[in-house]
């Protein structure tokens, strides 16, 4: 059998079915992701040979083209947000990352350790890397679209978003600390002074203010008077927004900061620039489309990669650890960080339990590998993928039919304020 030609064939097809997938599916109880992971795994035990689809394998590639699709979709993320940025008008994100992430990733550390004989490097890499709510797999529960009636945002679907785009670069200062043990041992006096002032200090400072410099930068550059002939935004050019990405990106990278903030921040710090312009909504609709290609791309390998030995030899601990995290971690820390906030119960209730674990949480577990030195490498990438796995398989079946639910919800509520079922109700639900 011609095996390129295989390939080119079997791409055609999913890529025909990440187009058409997202209508067919639109109510059921079933996620894009859940359909590309099941291909990915029937394919490469079905159908041969074809390529060995294991990340450990193939850590470069892996690496890049997990960071890539992070990056795009934190763009898409940013670019989504239709709030303005505020400390109260974001109470609801700040407490999920202030509080709830940091709970997560205390309990997945513990986990490790105590259930799976992690050292300590590797558990708080676990933390680390179960820590993000993701912005790739999470579409479901995030905002669809810029719009430019911020007021609909429901803050469920707002705090998912915006949670997504800022934890995934707040859990990088965690990966370098567990590189830091894992090469010079647990002793803090070994690691920390540099780790904080670099790490930490350094890199988030950086992140935030280039994303903020490129981000204004390319919105005078889009929206701006100075540049009349060059205004990017009458000629509604969607590729644009990977240049936005990868400058965003690849700046802050080259002055150490965390480039996964500083995307985020300048996908927010242009929908600022010009809030109700539709140029938004073009350059939305290509990040998407491209985020849902390298999406399924990522997803069948991982499908594949499960069913040809990346999980093999898997014990009753690690199935434990993965839903325990998905189940009860997440939801559990989620529920503590919302207490006493605007958010009604059962927003609340939405928010804490899809905290989706996908893409980020395999770039991070493939950046750690290859940069530090743990002994439990693969056990590491087994219980990583387990918990994507796991996460795709839990939260794509209760996504739709909860979110259904809970826009129903406030719909009945809208009309009994307000009379008009399409104006989101005045008190938290």
Not at 33 to 56: E, K
Not at 97 to 103: H, N, T
Not at 275 to 285: C, E, F, I, P
Request: charged fraction near 15%.
């Amino acid at each position: 059998m011609d095996e390129p030609a295989l390939i080119y064939a079997v791409m055609g097809i999913l890529t025909l079915l990440a187009a058409a997938l997202p209508r067919l599916l639109r109510r059921a109880p079933i996620s894009l992701p859940m359909v590309f992971l099941a291909a990915g795994a029937l394919t490469f035990a079905l159908v041969g040979p074809l390529p060995d689809p294991d990340p450990r394998e193939h850590e470069s590639f892996t690496l890049h083209l997990t960071e890539l699709c992070v990056i795009i979709s934190l763009m898409g993320a940013g670019l989504a947000l239709n709030r303005p940025i505020g400390w109260r008008r974001w109470s609801s994100t700040w407490r999920m990352l202030a509080v709830a992430m940091p709970l997560t990733m205390l309990a997945a550390a513990l986990l490790g350790w105590a259930l799976l004989g992690f050292g300590v490097a590797a558990a708080v890499l676990l933390a680390a890397a179960v820590a993000p709510t993701d912005p790739v797999l999470a579409t479901e529960v995030q905002i669809a679209e810029p719009t430019d009636e911020p007021e609909l945002d429901d803050e469920a679907r707002f705090a998912l978003t915006s949670e997504a785009g800022l934890n995934d670069g707040l859990a990088f200062p965690f990966v370098y600390a567990a590189i830091a043990i894992s090469l010079v041992g647990p002793a803090p006096s070994d690691w920390f002074v540099q780790w904080f002032a670099l790490d930490v200090l350094w890199r988030l400072s950086a992140g935030v203010l280039a994303g903020l410099a490129v981000g204004w930068m390319l919105g005078k550059l889009f929206f701006g008077d100075l540049l009349q002939r060059i205004r990017l935004a009458h000629a509604a050019e969607g590729f644009v927004a990977l240049a936005a990405t990868f400058l965003a990106y690849g700046l802050t990278e080259l002055i150490n900061g965390y480039g996964f903030i500083a995307v985020f921040v300048c996908a927010c710090t242009i929908r600022a620039g010009e809030r109700s312009h539709s140029y938004h909504q073009v350059l939305h609709d290509y990040v998407e489309q491209l985020e849902r290609l390298l999406t399924v791309g990522i997803l069948v390998l991982l499908g594949g990669a499960a069913t040809t030995g990346l999980l093999a030899g898997i014990g009753w601990q690690q199935v434990v650890v993965a839903a325990v995290i998905i189940l009860i971690v997440r939801p559990l820390s989620g529920w503590i960080g919302l207490a006493g906030g605007k958010t009604g119960p059962r927003e609340r209730a939405v928010i804490a339990f899809f905290g989706v674990r996908g893409i980020g949480s395999l770039f991070y577990i493939s950046y750690a590998l290859q940069n530090g030195e743990f002994v439990e490498q693969d056990a590491l990438w087994q219980i990583i993928c387990l918990v994507v796995i796991g996460s795709v398989l839990i939260h794509g079946i209760t996504a739709t039919p909860v979110m259904n639910y809970l826009d129903r919800k406030r719909s009945r509520e809208a009309e009994q304020q307000t009379g008009d079922p399409g104006q989101a109700p005045v008190t938290a639900v």
